[in-house]
Nanobody
Framework: VQLQASGGGLVQAGSSLRLSCAAS????????VGWFRQAPGKEREFVAA????????YYTDSVKGRFTISRDNAKDTVYLQMNSLKPEDTAVYYC?????????????????WGQGTLVTVSS
């Protein structure tokens, strides 16, 4: 499956953004999807993940209560709604698909990655 992440931009602290991850090429609703991010000079980290039927979601502690992951399988798209953004959320955000349907925090568990979208939060 090919993944296309979009929706990033430059915003002020406290603002909101919604990232989208559009999929093409295979049956999207079979896959778990995760969002990861990589800040300058730092390692990639897990942000959120969602099961193939959207019945389960999983977040890293630093975004709980601020970010919401969702999916619309009819549109082959996963979203990451980001509210109350902080400067430390600045990073390139990547979406990834797990063909086995998993939705773990481990990047190695994912089979296909999008190209990333840059989110910059100014203070």
């Amino acid at each position: 499956v090919q993944l296309q992440a979009s929706g990033g931009g430059l915003v002020q602290a406290g603002s909101s953004l919604r990232l989208s991850c559009a999929a093409s090429g295979r049956t999207f609703n079979n896959y778990g999807v995760g969002w990861f991010r990589q800040a300058p000079g730092k390692e990639r980290e897990f942000v959120a993940a969602i099961s193939r039927n959207a019945g389960s979601t999983y977040y890293t502690d630093s975004v709980k209560g601020r970010f919401t992951i969702s999916r619309d399988n009819a549109k082959d798209t996963v979203y990451l709604q980001m509210n109350s953004l902080k400067p430390e959320d600045t990073a390139v955000y990547y979406c990834a698909a797990d063909y086995s349907g998993g939705y773990s925090a481990i990047g190695l568990g994912y089979d296909s990655w999008g190209q990333g979208t840059l989110v910059t939060v100014s203070s």
